[in-house]
């Protein structure tokens, strides 16, 4: 008797496979046409918060500021009317302009120097990742955390002549030290850029540290198989890792030196005279007075000179990276 089960073969559990094509080749696949455009849609949602909020508090006012700055609009009128250069023509007469852009380009270079060279060396001290330089990386980055305020009015205590700077100075030199570091028009630029570059020189510290850990340890480890020295490892190996990190943090304390107040006017409130008058202590004192175009002006002024200034710095420091 022969058995039905012998006679016919039974049915395979799974389909052949020919292995000379890919696994979903002839198989039937779900259009994604239909999911893309809820996918679409999700992402849309997603963003519109952000990009309301950029609209509404950037971009609307960045293009009513170029628009007002063509225009003769004060607190003394009514109306609001068309002058073209009018209100750059009259600062520059004045004075102001000029001046102020002096003033802006000489505090933006003293604050870049002056944090970038405090940074760096803070990080090439605290590189190395232990308890007493995770401790010391938290106090140096204290300042970042206070208000620019708070920490213009702190220091224009210490600074006072009869402070416990001019004490310190008066302990440790011969004579007493009465100066006033903020009253002189030949130290008070100075004193104000680099009590900026204090106050974010712990941000930028944490920024050289990630760049010098990016070094592989074992090609520090092999330089100094092959006799490199500390200084010698720093200089040839670990520096040219640091480009990135130096073009963000270079082009990063510049840009904020150009729109620097809070610090100035907490300390010299742009004296004495006008030394420390950057430009939005200017685009300040035209609002105060009523000049809402001149202060508009201004204000463009100062847009123009971060992007024709962090552009072509970008550039160049980009072309460096790839040098070194």
């Not at 022969?2 to 052949?16: F, R």
């Not at 950029?54 to 009513?64: D, M, R, Y």
């Not at 002056?114 to 300042?143: E, G, K, Y």
Request: proline share 6%.
């Amino acid at each position: 008797m022969i058995s039905l089960s012998s006679a016919v073969p039974a049915p395979a559990l799974t389909e052949p496979v020919d292995e000379g094509l890919p696994p979903n080749e002839g198989r039937a696949t779900r259009p994604r046409s239909r999911r893309r455009p809820a996918a679409r849609l999700h992402h849309v949602l997603f963003a519109a918060p952000s990009i309301v909020l950029v609209v509404v508090f950037f971009v609307v006012p960045f293009l009513a500021n170029v628009v007002f700055a063509f225009t003769r609009w004060t607190g003394f009128s009514d109306t609001i009317t068309w002058s073209g250069l009018d209100n750059f023509k009259l600062l520059a007469d004045l004075g102001v302009l000029t001046h102020a852009i002096k003033v802006t380009v000489v505090y933006a270079l003293v604050s870049m120097v002056v944090q970038n060279a405090i940074s760096l060396t803070l990080a090439v001290v605290l590189a190395d990742t232990n308890r007493i330089n995770t401790v010391f990386r938290s106090v140096f980055f204290i300042p970042v955390l206070i208000s620019p305020l708070a920490a213009g009015y702190i220091w224009a205590a210490v600074l006072d002549p009869s402070g416990p700077f001019n004490a310190f100075l008066s302990a440790v030199l011969p004579g007493q030290v009465h100066y006033s570091w903020l009253g002189h028009s030949t130290s008070a630029l100075v004193t104000v850029a680099s009590i900026d570059a204090w106050k974010w020189s712990g941000l930028v510290t944490l920024v050289y540290i990630a760049g010098l850990n990016r070094c592989p340890r074992h090609v520090i480890e092999a330089a100094t198989i092959d006799g490199a020295g500390p200084w010698r490892r720093l200089w040839t190996i670990r520096f040219p890792l640091l480009a990135p990190a130096f073009t963000f943090n270079v082009v990063l304390t510049l840009v904020g030196a150009f729109s620097a107040l809070d610090v100035v006017f907490s300390t010299t409130n742009g004296g004495p005279g006008d030394a420390t008058s950057v430009l939005n202590v200017a685009v300040y004192n035209q609002y105060a007075q009523g000049y809402f175009g001149s202060a508009s002006a201004l204000g463009l002024v100062i847009t123009l000179m971060v992007i024709f200034t962090a552009v072509p710095l970008i550039g160049w420091l980009r072309r460096r990276e790839v040098q070194m």
